[in-house]
């Protein structure tokens, strides 16, 4: 069975600060797993994703996210936070016939000027 | 095209009316899918097409129904709601096709649902 523990429900940095956003999932096979944002009355946005094919994932708006394996993370990080990062965000894992998502619970990122 | 469009916005609606929601895609995506989602919450799975077959119904009340006329397009009607299920209706779309992407899912940007 597929699950996604985010451990945080609520992030609060300074603007030009690192974010780190925590992710540890419980899966019977190899995941695929995806970070999204969602702003304020919108849909999700795709981060980035872990695709097997490299462990440090480079995403959009300059996120990243490191698949360690052996401690069953995908903590997302940004070098310097910015006010427009201000958001929800969703750590997920796919099903191994890629049909269905698990959601994490969510962590709200708050960036104070 | 690489985006998801779901029309309306924003739709207000007593518990005696029916209406529809709609989602578009142009990206040749193979599976399309129905989510809620409520304030502070993640999204929940509702339904999920592919090759516009149902093939997930996550036991949603018969009040809501979806349809899917054509690979592009999904439909949800709606009939006889509870003001419970005032909440953000979610669209998304996959490839569901072979490559490392195939199970990524797009997000369209919702309808905002009220029911009085």
């Known amino acids: 069975a597929q699950s996604v523990t985010q451990l945080d429900s609520h992030v609060s940095v300074s603007e030009g600060t690192p974010v780190l956003l925590r992710c540890n999932y419980s899966s019977s096979y190899s995941p695929s797993l995806f970070w999204y944002v969602q702003h304020p009355n919108k849909g999700l946005q795709l981060l980035l994703k872990y695709t097997s094919a490299a462990t440090l994932v480079k995403g959009i708006n300059g996120f990243e996210a490191e698949f360690k394996k052996s401690e069953t993370s995908f903590h997302l990080t940004k070098p310097s936070a910015h006010m427009s990062d201000a958001a929800e965000y969703f750590c997920?894992?796919?099903?191994?016939?890629?049909?269905?998502?698990?959601f994490g619970t969510g962590t709200s990122l708050t960036v104070i000027p | 095209d690489t985006e998801v469009t779901q029309t309306p916005k924003h739709l207000v609606m007593g518990m005696t009316n029916k209406k529809s929601l709609k989602c578009e895609q142009h990206m040749g995506h193979r599976a399309m899918y129905w989510y809620k989602q409520k304030a502070k919450k993640p999204p929940e799975l509702m339904f999920v097409y592919s090759y516009e077959k149902l093939s997930i119904n996550e036991s949603v009340p018969s009040r809501f129904s979806p349809e899917c006329p054509n690979s592009s397009l999904l439909n949800l009607h709606l009939h006889a709601l509870q003001p419970e299920d005032s909440a953000l209706y979610l669209c998304?779309?996959?490839?569901?096709?072979?490559?490392?992407?195939?199970?990524?899912?797009?997000f369209g940007p919702g309808t905002r649902l009220t029911v009085l």
């Open positions: 998304a779309s996959s490839p569901f096709a072979s490559g490392s992407m195939a199970d990524t899912q797009y």
């Open positions: 997920v894992v796919s099903d191994s016939a890629g049909n269905q998502f698990y």
